[in-house]
């Protein structure tokens, strides 16, 4: 049986707490939450969508620690601060994301700090 694998991956913001950015395993990969920080300042994008779009891109290099890309994504939670914001939010889900899509939670949560969005994922190995 295969060990689980911690994934570490450089081009992605770097985990702010006690866990791994993504758990390989077998062929599933499970990816932690990602947000819409710059991975290389630290900073937090302003708004939304800019939010998304940076916490898809921290997601796409997490994946590509396993060669993997969002093509291999089969379920998606998405966080929201304010479900008000979910138009927004999808539209540019949508046009980050490859057909089929995949399934995909959305909720509404209190997120710290100033983080308007976080996504985590389950990837399959091909």
């Not at 396993?66 to 304010?82: A, I, M, Q, S, Y």
């Not at 939670?105 to 700090?113: I, K």
Request: with cysteine.
């Amino acid at each position: 049986m295969s060990a689980r694998r911690e994934i570490v991956a450089k081009g992605a913001a770097a985990p702010s707490a006690s866990y791994s950015q993504g758990i390989a395993f077998e062929n599933m990969v499970v990816t932690a939450g990602q947000v819409g920080s710059d991975p290389v300042t630290g900073e937090l994008k302003d708004g939304l969508a800019a939010q998304v779009r940076a916490a898809i891109a921290n997601l796409e290099a997490v994946l590509a620690a396993e060669n993997l890309g969002l093509e291999h994504v089969v379920k998606t939670t998405c966080f929201l601060t304010d479900v008000g914001d979910f138009a927004e939010f999808d539209a540019v889900y949508r046009e980050l994301f490859p057909e089929p899509l995949p399934a995909r939670s959305t909720v509404g949560v209190a997120l710290a700090g100033g983080l308007l969005f976080e996504i985590e994922a389950w990837a399959v190995r091909p």
